[in-house]
């Protein structure tokens, strides 16, 4: 029998994380090397934006320069949607990479006059521009280029080469920078990026078109005229309003979390180099402690992501999903005020940090494939940066009230955010609600139906068999979908103790003893993405010479 579907040894093994559809794997394995060589080089400036701010400030200082960076956004909002209007998706990623490169290394001839405390302001937050910007880039395109079905499938598969590139980029700083010193790190940054500018329209083109939207994407097509470009984008949608809303609470919880870290971690620093210590000594001690923090919460995350995201995604949903974060944040911060010693908050990040890297990275990514051209690139972009640093300026504003005003300690802190979570859960539950009305309306699940009976096997005891079913055995009408197979008898019954059955391909193998039954019914079920199912049933007989 013709096999149902001629699959590589890569996407058989992408199988283990989530469903994939036969001629997948390349465009997964392009995609996810894009988004590896990105969050690696970001990882690698992440740690020593904290050294360089760090190192030469009080914590307190961090706070504030991450406001800043939140109202620098406001200007460079609207000056992307004018950039958008004039370049297409994959020149405009193309564009804005090279532009952050090019950066990296206007840095690196800068780095001799890094004893000023203004140049690790500046490097900090260009950072955090540069995270937000690249990223956002990254996973606009590939929401343009995936249908809603398949993105849910693919996106889980996709960061886990993100997860993998956080892990490499903060494992090569812990190694290296007490090493080499940041200056190479610096360099190397700019490489990855640059290597990843390679890929983008590689992984466009590989796309298969059944995994692409309807009437394919044209990022041009949809570009916003209004000076205030994608806040217009925004305020004019009540979806991306709430997800805006969400991504503020999202950060503003978080990155109050962050502070409670950055005081301790300094404080350790402090107190292993000594107050008179060099700056590098600082320097290093304190980029080694963020590598290392991040090391776990990458390694936490693969876990999550390889293992634990596409399973959530099938029992539960998207809408499910963007609740898991926000329950555990409450557990989180409702832990810490009760316990706030140095080994809570580390772990009660690090299971926070995770979780957010993992499964609420993939869940915010998909949030957005259902919508619009011009929602998945200026709206996101949007969301992505301003609203995310939005979050940061409210934390900031949080923390001088609390430090200055309030006298909060750990405990008040820990308070304050457990209580923002209550309500970060009641909009979850109200996105999850839109996004499900955003995802019928575009594809509207239709069950799989049998087209054709398929063919009888005849075995032949003390022989091997491979018997797979025809490709047109059953047929799914939805764009994206990928059928599960599952084989029984036709009672009811489990297949018998030799006989193996290959649920990505509908493969029957093993080797017939002598003893088997003389005629067995078996029956096929197909299950989509949904649940639906359809069934075939044909018979087995045991050869009789």
Known sequence: M?????????????????????????????????????????????????SFLLAGAAAEVRSYAVAANGLLLMLLVPLYSAVRRRIDGRRLVRAISAFF?????????????????WFGIAFFIWVSVYGLMVVAQFWALAASHFNTKSGQRLFPAIMLGSTLGALAGAQVTDLLIARLGPLPLLLLGAVLLTASIALISPEVDAVPPASRPPGGPDPASQRVGSVLGGFQVVFGSRYLLLVALFVVLLNCIGS?????????????????AGASAALT????????????????????????QAFLVSRIYRLIGVRGALLVLPFIALFV??????????SMIYAAKILESSTNYSLMNTT????????????????????????????????AGVVYAGLHWLDLGTRGFALLNASLCVLWIALALLIGRRYTALSRAETHNTAPSRQRQPEDLVVFPGRPIDHRLAAETFFDPDPGDVLIYEARLASG???????EFDVAIARLSG??????????????IACDMDGATATAVFTMRRATT
């Not at 911060?333 to 140095?342: H, R, S």
């Not at 929602?375 to 940061?392: A, L, S």
């Not at 002598?514 to 096929?524: G, L, N, P």
Request: contains cysteine; aromatic residues 14%.
């Open 364 to 395: 915010q990514q998909a949030l957005y494939l259902p919508t619009s051209l011009a929602e998945k690139f200026d709206g996101k972009t949007t969301v992505d940066t301003f609203f995310w640093r939005f979050g940061d300026i409210l934390q």
């Open 333 to 342: 911060y409702g832990a810490i005020a009760f316990v706030p010693a140095f």
């Open 101 to 117: 490169a090019v950066n990296i290394l206007a840095f690196a001839l800068a780095y001799p006059f890094r004893s000023s405390h």
């Open 281 to 304: 000594g600082r320097e290093a001690i304190i980029g080694s402690l963020y590598a290392r923090f991040q090391l776990w919460v990458t390694l936490a995350g693969v876990l999550v």
């Open 493 to 499: 019954a489990p297949l018998p103790d030799w006989l």
């Open 2 to 50: 013709a096999a149902v579907a001629g699959y590589s040894p890569f996407e058989r093994a992408v199988q283990v994380l989530t469903r994939v559809r036969a001629g997948e794997g390349r465009c997964i394995a392009l995609f996810a090397s894009h988004a590896f060589l990105v969050m690696a080089s970001y990882y690698v400036l992440k740690a020593l934006r904290e």
């Open 256 to 272: 109050t979390g962050d502070y409670l870290l950055a005081a301790l971690i300094k404080a350790r620093a402090d107190a292993l």
């Open 511 to 524: 080797t017939a003893p002598a003893d088997c039954a003389i005629e067995e019914r078996i029956e096929i």
